[in-house]
Structure formats: structure tokens, C-alpha cells
């Protein structure tokens, strides 16, 4: 191996390290209060010094440097010569996040932010010169490091495009998007956003495609546009900032703003530079002079340069695997080595008397087989604590910044799942913790008036549930307000005004796209464009989501997942000569279909009755274009489906056998297909098409409306 290789897989170690690290120091600090036992403090300090011995090692002096400034404040709350307090606690935290940028930065080998870096050191400065009876030259390794990393990689002078043509002279945003390539993995759609932003004013969209390879080289699940947008009017940068509220951690984002007007010229808005206070007798830190500041609407005054890519910490393309899952994986291959050898004999026929020791020889083949399947699904199954851990952190924040005092709870953190469904519940799970800490729990004065203690509580728990994995949100606030969701609803026209709906039904609006109840939008949650994305996302993974509320004392959403996005348990349908295979998951129940149940309505679905309901049918032979053994109701079954909140019969010919099928998805050599969430080999070699009962419902619903179902 080369020096440099060598070098790059040491510097992979020493990230990786430093992310725990960081990760060990943010999940203490959370827990820190002034009555902190000294073992906490220890744990955070140990943190901080590996991290400054690694990166001074490796020559990574900007982050060596700004560690010392921090581990010197926690070195004097560990010896008893500072006490904890809440502000030191919120600095330091901070200086976690500044740690977590400079080490991703590092890591990218981009350049750190020494602004930001120089603010922080600053900060910590001051907090250690204010400590009674301590010299001020103790400040001096912080604004040293300060002044190293600025002088060392100056700041680069803010340079602003002049105002586009398309903005004519009025005010308006200039966005540069940049989507990091693995965007689009995230099922995340560049398009939606534009919509979104065309709703706010007039939108110029200028695509750059330098990055785009050749066809030979291009891979269809990698973004590598970029695009330029200009947004017409006075628009808030706030609002600006929530179109991309999903994406910020896979792509770098820079907004400018153009005033407008004569003055558009000679004050075009430039990033703001903030300046760092002085330090009383410390050592002086290099800083850029800051810009005049440019007249820009409420809440984008604070608009600066954009921050670096908000890239994962380690590898997202690894995964650590314990040795005792490896030795038992070898030992499964040992196992199917001997196996082989002994079917290996019969290659050339076999004698009748020997066909009981080759029926011996398939059974251990078959037993083997499942057992190393079962093996290596595990290597991908990681503990939700991955997913969970990021939540103290984010509650700690939005809790003081709404005023309100909340308490977590984490439960089954230990909870494994496929690390694929791992990484894409994420960012649901952050829009309900966040809607639950907006919306659900009151303000304190709020909840002391109602007769409940003042500090309300977030559950947050993971489970097992049959061949399932169940996630749940649990919050005891003031619970969905029924009457107020049913007439929004009725004044957006998504619900008849003489329709009597089920809690459930009402509940279920919320999923709604640009669905709101909010008096006023808020830079956390108000725009009604989350919660459709929740649903949207969830069953993306073959899951289900329900909410169960009560007013006044909470709601719990509750999410229903399967534990791998790589094996489906199925139920086989057949219609006609074709063979189908429906998550069961989505099943509901199979019934015999009755002619006198159904009922045609002219311009609508069929309906059938089914005990005080009505549920459409979908002939899947008319959305999938082949021939049924029938075209009569009575002569089939009716798989009752959910999707999307309500109930819909699927009719098929004839229910075949339920078994684990492995999905193979038709985009690797077709492309994507609604209504069809991939496909599978059967034992018999044929292949059977996997359905996405909610894309299904969706070409279905289209049909109606005027739309070609799949069979066109």
C-alpha cells in the first residue's frame, strides 16, 4: 500500500473517531446541569483532548487550535475553579457544532469557516478572562488560534453578482442550489421545490450542466445539476429558507438578495461579516470589516455567506460490524464449503440407495441457505439509536427557542432496522418531533391553566411487532383540535360540507398537501408542506402511518415499517397467467366478492359494500392490461388493501401461497414504473411484479380523473 493510501485510511480512523468523539460530547452536555457529577465533565473532556492530540498529529492545526480554547474551559469545570452554568453550557455546545463543521470541512477538504470559528473562539475567550482572579494571557490560546486561522486561510472578500435583468429592477433572491450528488437517493425531487418557490413570486431557472459526464459514465441515481434561481419580490428569507427544509443536509445552498429600486446598483446586498466583540487584554483577532448593511425584508438581515455542505459524519457508504456477526458469517460459509462437498458426489447421478443422503445434503443446503441469508441481513441492521440520538440535541434547542419546557423520553433506542430505511426515516422522524414541539405541547402557562405540569413530554419509542418495526411519537399536549381540521378542510374544499367523517378520516387530513391549521407561519413548522411529505416518505418504505389524538391530552403518531427494504413478506395473487405479489402489510383481509355488494357509479369507481362501508375496486387486470380468468366480480377475490388512510378491494383471480420474497427493483435495467415497487423471481424461475399499493391507488385515482392507467 502507498503512503498516501496508508495516510487516507489513518485520516478515515481519526474522523471517524472524532465524530463519536462529538458525539459523546454533545449527548453530555445535554445531560450537564450545575449539579454535573465530575465523571460527566471527565467524559467531555477526554472527548475534547482526543480530538486536539488527533488533529494536532495530523497537522490539522485550525482544529487543534480552537479545541484548546474549549478543552481549557472544561478543564477548570472539572478542577471546581468555574462553575457550570447555563450559558457555558450553551457555548459550549456551540463549539461543538463549530468542532462538528471544521472536522466535516477538513474531512472535504473545503474551506473552514474562520469567521464563524473566530466568533466562537472569541466567545470562549471573554468567558474565560471574565473568571475571578485568573490572568488574562490564559485568553491567549483561543484568540491565537483565532488569529492563526485567519491569517493562515484569510477571509475571502464577499463577492455579489449584480441584480439579474429578470428581476427588472425590483426586489428579489438569487438562490445558488447546489444538490450534493447522493440528493436524489433521498427521494427528494429538485422540481417540487421550484413549484414551491413559483408559488411565492415570479421564478428564473438556470441550469448548470458542466458537471454532467458522458452517457457511458452517468449514473441515474446521482444529481450533478446545479441551477441558478432568481425569485422575484419581497419575500421573507425565512420562507425562502423552508422550501428546503429537506434537503439542507445534501446540498450547499448561497441566497442573496437584491433590494431593487435606484439604489439597486450601488447597494446590492452583500453576505453580512460579523465582527467579533473585543477581548478584554487578549491577544487582537484579524477580522474583515463589515459591510454597510443593505435595507432587506424581515428576517434576512442576518442573510450571510452560505454554510459548507452538511455532509455525514464517517462514510455513509460503510457500516461497523461486530466480529462476533462476521465470525458467525464465516462460520455459515464453512458450513455451506462442506455442504457442496457433499452434494458434489452426486454430480455424476446417484444410486437409489442414495437418495436418502442427497435429500440429507438439500435439507443442510436449505437450512444453510436461510440461515446465511438471515446472517447477512443482519450485517445491515443497525440500532435506531443512530436515527434517536440526534433528537436531545434538536429538543434542547427548539424548546428554548419557542419558550417551552419539555422533557424527552427515548425508549427502545437498542431497536434494529435495515440501514437503508434507517437513514430515510430520519428526516420524517425530525418533522414530527419538531410539529409535536410546535403545535402539540402548550407554553407553560398554558398547561398550568389546563390543570397539567409545566413541563410537557415527547415520547419517542421504537419496538418490534411481528415480522415489523414499529416507531412511535408520543406527545401530551393539547392533541389535534377536530373542529378546527374539518373546517379548514371544508374551506379549502377538500371535504363536503354536509360529509360526516370518522376521527380517523379527520385526523388524516392533516396529511393533506399545503395542509395547515396554524393561525401563523413560523420558521419551524405553519407552510402545511411537511406532514404530506411525512406520509409520503414513510410509504415510500412499504410503511404505514395512523395518528391517535385526544384533545387536550396528546397525540401519538405511530409509524409501521418493515425492518428491510431487501425482502418483502408477500402474499402471491395470480390473475390470469400472471402472478402478483402484495406486501402483507398492506392487507387488510381477503373476501369473496358478492355482485349484489357492488354498486356502479356513473364518472366513479365502482363500490363495493363491505359491512358499513363502501370501498372502490380496482380490477388489476384492467390497471396491468391482461386477460382474468373473469371478468365478473362474484367469480374472484377481494384483497382489501389500506392506503393513503382509506380502504380499496384489488381484484385478483385466485390467492396463491405467502412467502419472503427478495426485491429486485426495475429501475437497474427498465426504469421506474407506477404502481409497481419492483419485481421478484419466484422458485419456479418466472418473475413476479411487486405492487406499491399506495402508487397503485395513485394511477388508479388518476385514471378518474382523466389520466391513462398503467395498462395505456
Not at 389500506?642 to 383471480?653: I, Q, S, W, Y
Request: charged share 25%; hydrophobic share 45%.
Amino acid at each position: 500500500m502507498s503512503l498516501d493510501l496508508e495516510m487516507e485510511e489513518i485520516h478515515k480512523i481519526f474522523f471517524e473517531e472524532s465524530f463519536e468523539g462529538l458525539d459523546v460530547m454533545e449527548s453530555r452536555l445535554l445531560n450537564l446541569d450545575v449539579n454535573a457529577d465530575r465523571e460527566t465533565i471527565n467524559s467531555i473532556f477526554r472527548a475534547a483532548h482526543s480530538i486536539k492530540g488527533g488533529a494536532a498529529t495530523f497537522g490539522f492545526m485550525e482544529v487543534s487550535n480552537f479545541t484548546h480554547g474549549v478543552e481549557t474551559l472544561l478543564d477548570e469545570m472539572r478542577n471546581g475553579t468555574r462553575p457550570v452554568t447555563p450559558d457555558a453550557i450553551q457555548l459550549l455546545l456551540q463549539s461543538v457544532d463549530g468542532l462538528r463543521e471544521m472536522v466535516k470541512a477538513v474531512q472535504a477538504k473545503q474551506p473552514i469557516d474562520t469567521q464563524r470559528i473566530a466568533v466562537l473562539s472569541d466567545e470562549i475567550a471573554q468567558l474565560l478572562a471574565r473568571h475571578p482572579g485568573r490572568p488574562a494571557p490564559v485568553a491567549a490560546p483561543a484568540a491565537a488560534a483565532t488569529t492563526a486561522v485567519t491569517t493562515a486561510v484569510p477571509a475571502p472578500v464577499p463577492v455579489v453578482d449584480p441584480a439579474p435583468a429578470f428581476l427588472q429592477g425590483g426586489p428579489g433572491w438569487v438562490i445558488d442550489f447546489r444538490p450534493h450528488r447522493d440528493m436524489l437517493r433521498t427521494n427528494n425531487e429538485p422540481l417540487r421545490m421550484f413549484a414551491e418557490l413559483a408559488r411565492l413570486g415570479a421564478l428564473n431557472v438556470v441550469a448548470e450542466t458542466d458537471e454532467v459526464p458522458s452517457l457511458e459514465s452517468l449514473q441515474a441515481d446521482e444529481c450533478y445539476l446545479r441551477w441558478r434561481l432568481e425569485l422575484a419580490g419581497a419575500v421573507e428569507k425565512r420562507t425562502v429558507e423552508e422550501v428546503f427544509d429537506w434537503v439542507d443536509a445534501n446540498c450547499t445552498i448561497a441566497y442573496q438578495y437584491h433590494a431593487g429600486g435606484a439604489e439597486a446598483s450601488a447597494a446590492t446586498p452583500t453576505p453580512v461579516v460579523v465582527a467579533p466583540p473585543p477581548v478584554a487584554e487578549a491577544a487582537p483577532v484579524a477580522t474583515a470589516p463589515a459591510p454597510a448593511p443593505v435595507p432587506v425584508p424581515e428576517a434576512a438581515a442576518t442573510a450571510g455567506a452560505a454554510p459548507g455542505p452538511k455532509a455525514t459524519g464517517g462514510d455513509a457508504g460503510s457500516i461497523r460490524v461486530s466480529t462476533t456477526k462476521v465470525d458467525h458469517l464465516i462460520n455459515l460459509v464453512g458450513e455451506l464449503v462442506i455442504t457442496q462437498s457433499m452434494l458434489s458426489r452426486f454430480a455424476d447421478g446417484c444410486s437409489p440407495a442414495e437418495l436418502e443422503k442427497l435429500r440429507e445434503g438439500l435439507t443442510q443446503l436449505t437450512r444453510n441457505t436461510r440461515e446465511l441469508q438471515e446472517s447477512v441481513m443482519q450485517i445491515r441492521m443497525l440500532p435506531i439509536s443512530f436515527a434517536f440520538n440526534r433528537f436531545p440535541r434538536l429538543v434542547h434547542d427548539l424548546s428554548r427557542k419557542l419558550g417551552k419546557k419539555v422533557e424527552l423520553k427515548l425508549s427502545g433506542e437498542g431497536t434494529e432496522l435495515d440501514k437503508t430505511v434507517l437513514e430515510k426515516i430520519s428526516d420524517p422522524l425530525v418533522h414530527l418531533v419538531r410539529n409535536a414541539l410546535d403545535h402539540g405541547l402548550e407554553k407553560p402557562e398554558v398547561r398550568i391553566a389546563a390543570g397539567k405540569p409545566e413541563t410537557g413530554t415527547i415520547e419517542l419509542a421504537a419496538f418490534h411487532e411481528g415480522g415489523n418495526i414499529i416507531i412511535e411519537v408520543k406527545d401530551d399536549g393539547g392533541g389535534l383540535h377536530k373542529a378546527k381540521i374539518l373546517a379548514r378542510a371544508r374551506e379549502r374544499g377538500l371535504v363536503a360540507a354536509d360529509a360526516e367523517l370518522s376521527d380517523d378520516q379527520i385526523h388524516n387530513l392533516i396529511f393533506a398537501a399545503g395542509f395547515s391549521t396554524a393561525d401563523s407561519i413560523s420558521d419551524v413548522s405553519g407552510r402545511g408542506v411537511g406532514m404530506d411529505v411525512v406520509r409520503r416518505n414513510i410509504q415510500d418504505l412499504g410503511g404505514v402511518v395512523q395518528i391517535a389524538s385526544h384533545e387536550g391530552r396528546g397525540s401519538t403518531i405511530r409509524i409501521r415499517l418493515p425492518l428491510t427494504l431487501a425482502i418483502l413478506d408477500g402474499q402471491l395473487v395470480r390473475v390470469g397467467a400472471d402472478t402478483y405479489v402484495i406486501s402483507l402489510v398492506a392487507i387488510v383481509e381477503t373476501i369473496q366478492a358478492q355482485k349484489d355488494r357492488l354498486n356502479a357509479v356513473p364518472g366513479s369507481a365502482e363500490l363495493f359494500r363491505l359491512r358499513d362501508e363502501y370501498i372502490p375496486v380496482v380490477r388489476l387486470y384492467e390497471m396491468f392490461g391482461v386477460e382474468p380468468d373473469s371478468r365478473a366480480v362474484e367469480d374472484g377475490l377481494l384483497v382489501v388493501v389500506e392506503a393513503e388512510g382509506r380502504r380499496f378491494g384489488v381484484l385478483v383471480d385466485d390467492l396463491l401461497a405467502q412467502q419472503q420474497v427478495v426485491i429486485k427493483t426495475l429501475e437497474t435495467n427498465y426504469r421506474q414504473v407506477a404502481g409497481v415497487a419492483g419485481a421478484t423471481i419466484l422458485g419456479d424461475g418466472t418473475v413476479a411484479l411487486i405492487i406499491d399499493v399506495p402508487g397503485l391507488v395513485q394511477v388508479f385515482n388518476d385514471s378518474f380523473a382523466g389520466r391513462s392507467p398503467l395498462a395505456a
